[in-house]
C-alpha cells in the first residue's frame, strides 16, 4: 500500500510492506527527479515523514553545495577511470 505526499512540490510516498518475516514496516521514499538533478540517487527513504521534510529541505535548500559535491565526484571519478583504464 502506498499513499502520495507533497512537500514544497515534492512528491514522496507513505509505504507500507511485510518482510520475509511477516512483521508489518512503514516508511517514506522519495525518487522525485527535479528534486534529486543535482545528486546521484534515484530515489531515497525515511522512517518518518518529518525526516523526509528535513531530507527533501536539505535537497532543496543546498542545491547548489550538492551540485559542487556531485561534480567533485564525476572528476574523480572521471580521473581514476582515465588512469586506470589500461590496465
Known amino acids: 500500500m502506498s499513499q502520495s505526499n507533497t512537500y514544497r512540490n515534492t512528491e514522496f510516498k507513505f509505504k ?3 518482510t520475509w518475516n511477516h512483521k ?3 516508511g517514506y521514499t ?3 527527479k ?3 538533478v ?3 540517487t534515484v530515489s ?3 522512517g518518518t515523514k518529518k525526516e523526509m521534510k528535513a531530507r527533501i529541505d536539505d535537497y532543496i535548500d543546498n542545491a547548489i553545495h ?3 559535491l556531485k561534480t567533485l565526484n564525476d572528476r574523480a571519478a572521471e580521473e581514476f577511470h ?3 583504464k589500461s590496465e
Open 38 to 40: 543535482n545528486v546521484d
Open 66 to 68: 550538492h551540485q559542487y
Open 82 to 84: 582515465s588512469k586506470y
Open 30 to 32: 522519495c525518487d522525485d
Open 16 to 18: 507500507t510492506w511485510t
Open 44 to 46: 531515497f527513504s525515511t
Open 24 to 26: 508489518v514496516c512503514t
Open 34 to 36: 527535479t528534486l534529486l
